[in-house]
């Protein structure tokens, strides 16, 4: 079987290319370093903080397509769904900016926080440049997802520190035992993903696996396939403490709605 992920990170850099005569990166540095001397904005929302407190954990993704299902929800609204999603109880809001493999822009972040959001949101891409941080800075990303498989863990490090540097937090997702190591770069969240991106094959058994295996510390994110709260309360007690889920959600005919009673049950 052809490796997905190798496939959209080597289709991501001929798209990062093209964006970059678009929207030149010192242009884009600029407008960041605006926004940081600019003493009147608030902060953005830490996503660490919101799982820790919230008695849910619950990040409702917003996406429109993937690889392995073809579209889910086309004609969804980036500014109508987040902000749903915020008024039925997530902890936090991810967005798949990916344009290609995933239907996302990162320029949904910005207008999901025009229409309200004020919840952290997740920058939700396959990030392989510095560029891509000033982008989900510039979108107005409380956090980012950096990927363990598509970056030497030398690489992570200084885009961590960078994303940092910008007062944005890191999701720091991992799959793979042998992944389990950039653990001791201390993100502000551990991610374990579920879903094997190379094959795109889903087991939730596989935050079960390395729940352990993480810092105590940490502040654990399982990802992808949950679909019950049983499943939400079992990676709870196994240490988690943030569930993302997208698809659960974005297939229903009212995602917000979705959310709502999924977080009901719950309770």
């Known amino acids: 079987m052809a490796d997905i992920l190798e496939e ?5 850099r001929i798209e990062l290319e093209r964006m970059m005569e678009i929207a030149t990166p010192m242009n884009v540095y600029r407008q960041v370093g605006d926004i940081l001397k600019d003493s009147s904005q608030p902060p953005l929302p830490s996503m660490r903080e919101a799982l820790l407190k919230s008695p849910t954990g619950i990040i409702a993704e917003f996406k429109r397509k993937s690889p392995s299902k073809g579209w889910i929800n086309q004609e969804a609204s980036c500014t109508e769904i987040p902000l749903a999603y915020q008024q039925n109880g997530a902890a936090a809001v991810s967005i798949l900016t990916d344009l290609d493999y995933f239907g996302g822009h990162g320029e949904f972040i910005r207008l999901a926080r025009k229409s309200g959001v004020h919840i952290p949101i997740l920058f939700k891409d396959f990030i392989v440049e510095l560029y891509q941080l000033y982008i989900a800075r510039l979108c107005g990303a409380s956090a980012v997802l950096l990927i363990a498989s598509v970056l030497s863990k030398d690489d992570c490090r200084w885009l961590m520190d960078k994303a940092h540097d910008l007062g944005m937090e890191v999701l720091l997702e991992m799959h ?3 992944e389990l190591d950039y653990a001791e770069l201390e993100p502000d969240m551990c991610g374990v993903n579920n ?9 939730v058994e596989n935050s079960f696996r390395l729940a352990s295996r993480l810092p105590a510390n940490a502040c654990k994110v399982s990802e992808s396939g949950i679909s019950s709260p049983a499943t939400v309360t079992a990676l709870r007690e196994a240490g988690f403490r943030g569930f993302l ?7 229903a005919k009212d995602p917000g709605m979705a959310l709502g009673k999924f977080i009901e049950a719950l309770r």
């Open 195 to 203: 879903r094997n991106l190379g094959s795109f094959v889903t087991d």
């Open 176 to 178: 793979h035992e042998n």
């Open 245 to 251: 889920m997208g698809e659960h959600f974005m297939m």
């Open 8 to 12: 959209i990170v080597a289709h991501k």
